[in-house]
């Protein structure tokens, strides 16, 4: 009897040993998140907005001289970036529906960049093109969830001045 006993203790043993190591190799890992930063370099206060398809202001934020604020994550928590977080972002600006981001001073229109989207010619400034943006990491992780974030930089020469 005491043998049997043995042999289920190693059964169920052997069991849940094959049960964790199947779950542990079909884990997913974890999400890169990001932050989207617009960071406002200019010499005046500046409103962004974000508007869908729809010509429907979707966010809009007011970012004093000097700081810098998130457009799309201040609707949520951040966005995952996987390995290419300004690729990831953008093309979800694009497949959202976003397509036009304006920028105001006060209340007069200086720039509005409409969808061009991809990897274009550094010369090309527009929140749309991949090369416009710097990507910052965070070491450690912040809050051991967000990796780091993308920036925008706003300028003079954007609202022309």
Do not use: A, H
């Not at 043995?6 to 884990?27: A, N, P, W, Y």
């Not at 010619?121 to 967000?146: A, G, T």
Request: some cysteine; charged content about 25%; glycine content about 8%.
């Amino acid at each position: 009897m005491k043998i049997l006993r043995i042999d289920k203790v190693l059964l169920i043993g052997l069991s849940l040993t094959s049960f964790i190591s199947c779950g542990v190799t079909e884990m997913n890992p974890p999400d890169k998140i990001y932050l989207d930063n617009y960071l406002n370099n200019s010499s005046s206060n500046v409103r962004l907005e974000l508007e869908n398809l729809d010509g429907k202001v979707v966010n809009s934020i007011e970012i004093q001289m000097g700081q810098q604020l998130s457009l799309l994550s201040s609707l949520g928590l951040g966005f995952n970036g996987g390995e290419k977080p300004i690729q990831s972002y953008v093309d979800d600006l694009v497949n959202t529906g976003n397509v036009i981001i304006k920028l105001y001073v006060d209340e007069d229109l200086r720039v509005e960049w409409t969808l061009l989207s991809g990897d274009l010619e550094e010369s090309i400034k527009s929140p749309f093109n991949y090369n416009s943006w710097k990507l910052e990491l965070f070491e450690p992780p912040f809050n051991n969830d967000i990796v780091g974030k993308i920036v925008f930089t706003i300028t003079d020469e954007d609202i022309g001045d």
